[in-house]
T-cell receptor
């Protein structure tokens, strides 16, 4: 049963520190998405890739967030420097080109 | 820009009651429609999807949804809920073009009392 995996599952860090979250999409999926979920804002799309190329990162604060896909098996989301308002659950999702998306377990980030 | 509206923020009901969650979208073109479920502390899981064909789609765990194009709606139903259906439910829409972005509704929290 193929699944999207994310690491770490939990991260507690201090304000100003760099945070890197990793995602392994399901093998063969062409699209990868990063979402952020908070109580106040719900689910927000941060960035997405198709065939490893970034298609849209308009949902991401550009000054501190960056998303990359160094290869087909790894997507990363980096925050530098982190701030308390970045505390949220970050989900990665991948999908084939049939528009379905399969979500990973998420990374729960707490910035103190 | 398309938006997705879920009518109820929180629904509380007893086991064996019927459930219907409303979802409307504002985009006028052809869309793909989804319902996702998020159990407490877990990730989103796909319940069901509509791409084309029969507007009544059946998903996992006894859920079904009906696409009514004229009403821009995709309501989720379950005839008899169980305590284990306690979760948050999200409606989502993709514009059918070369755009893979899901637009999510705000979610409906469903609490089923034993």
């Amino acid at each position: 049963d193929a699944r999207v995996t994310q690491t770490p599952r939990h991260k507690v860090t201090e304000m100003g520190q760099e945070v890197t979250m990793r995602c392994q999409p399901i093998l063969g999926h062409n699209t990868v998405f990063w979402y952020r979920q908070t109580m106040m804002q719900g689910l927000e799309l941060l960035a997405y890739f198709r065939n490893r190329a970034p298609l849209d990162d308009s949902g991401m604060p550009k000054d501190r967030f960056s998303a990359e896909m160094p290869d087909a098996t790894l997507a990363t989301l980096k925050i530098q420097p982190s701030e308390p308002r970045d505390s949220a659950v970050y989900f990665c999702a991948s999908g084939p080109l049939s528009y379905e998306q399969y979500f990973g377990p998420g990374t729960r980030l707490t910035v103190t | 820009a398309q938006s997705v509206s879920q009518h109820n923020h929180h629904v509380i009901l007893s086991e064996a009651a019927s459930l219907e969650l409303g979802c409307n979208y504002s985009y006028g073109g052809t869309v793909n429609l989804f319902w996702y479920v998020q159990y407490p502390g877990q990730h989103l899981q796909l319940l069901l999807k509509y791409f084309s064909g029969d507007p009544l789609v059946k998903g996992i765990k006894g859920f079904e949804a009906e696409f009514i194009k004229s009403k821009f709606s995709f309501n989720l139903r379950k005839p008899s809920v169980q305590w284990s259906d306690t979760a948050e439910y999200f409606c989502a829409v993709i514009k059918l073009s070369n755009d893979y972005k899901l637009s999510f509704g705000a979610g409906t929290t469903v609490t089923v009392r034993a």
